[in-house]
C-alpha cells in the first residue's frame, strides 16, 4: 500500500514557476515508476511525464517537453515536477500516481496508487 500527498500548487502568472512534491508513504517508493497526469475542468485526465524507478529514465507529453522535469529523491521518498515558462493552458489538478511497472507508464491504466492531487492556475 502506497499513499501519494501532493504539495505545491497555487496561482502564478505567465510565464512564472512552480515546484510540485509528492510524497510517498511505505518503504518500497523505489519499486514503483512515477507520474505526473493533470486535469483541466471539463476534460480528461492527461498524461504529463514520467519517471522510471531510479530516476534513469523520464518521458514527457509534447505540451510541456521543454518546460517541465522530472525528477526523484529516493532517499526521501519524493517525486517532484519542476514547472517552467507556465502557460494559462496548464491550468489544472495535478496529481501523482505511482505503477507497479518500474519503468513508469504514459497512460493511466498501469498506475495502481493515485495522490489526491494539487491546484494549479496560471493567470495571463
Known sequence: Q???????????QAGGSLRLSCAASGRTFSSYG????????GKEREFVATINWNG??????DSVKGRFAISRDNAKN??????????PEDTAVYYCAAS????????????????QGTQVTVSS
Open 2 to 12: 502506497v499513499q501519494l500527498v501532493e504539495s505545491g500548487g497555487g496561482l502564478v
Open 34 to 41: 512515477m507520474g505526473w497526469f493533470r486535469q483541466a475542468p
Open 56 to 61: 534513469g529514465s523520464t518521458d514527457y507529453a
Open 78 to 87: 519524493t517525486v517532484y515536477l519542476q514547472m517552467n515558462s507556465l502557460k
Open 100 to 115: 507497479l511497472p518500474r519503468g513508469g507508464a504514459l497512460t493511466t491504466d498501469p498506475y495502481t496508487y493515485w495522490g
